[in-house]
């Protein structure tokens, strides 16, 4: 297992990140945080699916003031995310709010900073500070003509420098933008220029398909170098899927545990049942599965039963019947059709104590 980037450890509420070779998943809902009703029941379907932290957009005071309630329901640490408005940052503490992303440069006045540090040294609530590259800041985007791994990490150190001089340190820091190469150059930078937690993310990486893509080729640079110690998949559309993508991503490099690992054959003209439809349902039901254990779907006699040897549990089909295998030795032959079912009966007896 790589080793982490050293970094300074910060809290979300019982939440450790930074410090550890660990890496959080995170998520944010693209609820209204006023929708109280729909902001917790997502909640709990990003929780049942792994996710360990999520955010929050809060845009007013009356959705700060939703927070209490959110909190009472579900059971990981909340984060808000916050522009302009530090009355708002100061309401959601007091809400009790885990974590706040805020950059300090964009909420008026260094009183106004002193303010919201003041609290969350109260409370103990860390801030994020967001460097995205689509929004730098006017005189760094007129500096460098460019988004520019230099320019953010230039405006990161404008925002950090604000929260330093308050003696503030519980800091964490992103650098998202939209270009792969530009997210890896930047982030490795940023691994070098500060003391800070990273939270890794591709920013506007698109549909399910084009986020896993984008996402999983600049974050694996990272993560395999040691750099990051949370992250976030963006996807458009129902954010489990983000906690989905994560997982195997952190799984395939050996940087978390207890999750099932899918190995399924890519069919050819010798697949002779619908392997597809299989593997479809097979899929979403390993979501639920909290196991460190290798399924395999194979689709014909000639590379399936050898292949599958090397699974904890396999099924290898053929015309009209196939084969479940179990840690390498054929345990029974049965019609295609119960496969499936057999399957999952086995996993869940393999996985029962886990």
Known sequence: MTKRTDTRAIMVKDLQIGHQNKIIIQS???????DI???????????????????LAVVSIDEAKAISEIKKRVHIPLVADIHYDYRIAIECIHQGIDKIRLNPGNIGSK???????????????????GINSGSLEKVIHDKYGKPTAQGMIESAQRHVDILEELDFHDIALSFKSSDVNLCIETYELASK??????????????????????????????????????????????????????????KCLHLIDHVPNLIACPMCGRTSYDIESVIKEIEPFLMNINADITVAIMGCAVNGPGEARHADIAIA????????????????KLPTEKMVDRLKEEILKMTADQ
């Open 111 to 129: 009183e106004n900073v002193r303010k919201v540090v003041e609290e969350c040294k109260k409370y103990h609530i860390p801030i994020r500070i």
């Open 37 to 55: 009703e729909a902001t917790v029941n997502q909640i709990l379907a990003l929780e049942k699916a792994g996710c360990q932290l999520v955010r």
């Open 317 to 332: 089909g053929g015309k009209d019947e196939g084969l479940l295998i179990k840690k390498g030795q054929i345990i029974e």
């Open 28 to 34: 944010m809902c693209n609820t209204k945080t006023s």
């Open 193 to 250: 220029t500060f003391p800070y937690p990273l939270h890794l993310g591709v920013t506007e990486a698109g549909t399910l398909f084009t986020s896993s893509i984008k996402s999983s080729a600049a974050l694996s640079v990272l993560l395999h170098q040691g750099i990051g110690d949370t992250i976030r998949i963006s996807v458009n559309g129902d954010p489990v899927q983000e906690i989905m993508i994560a997982k195997q991503l952190l």
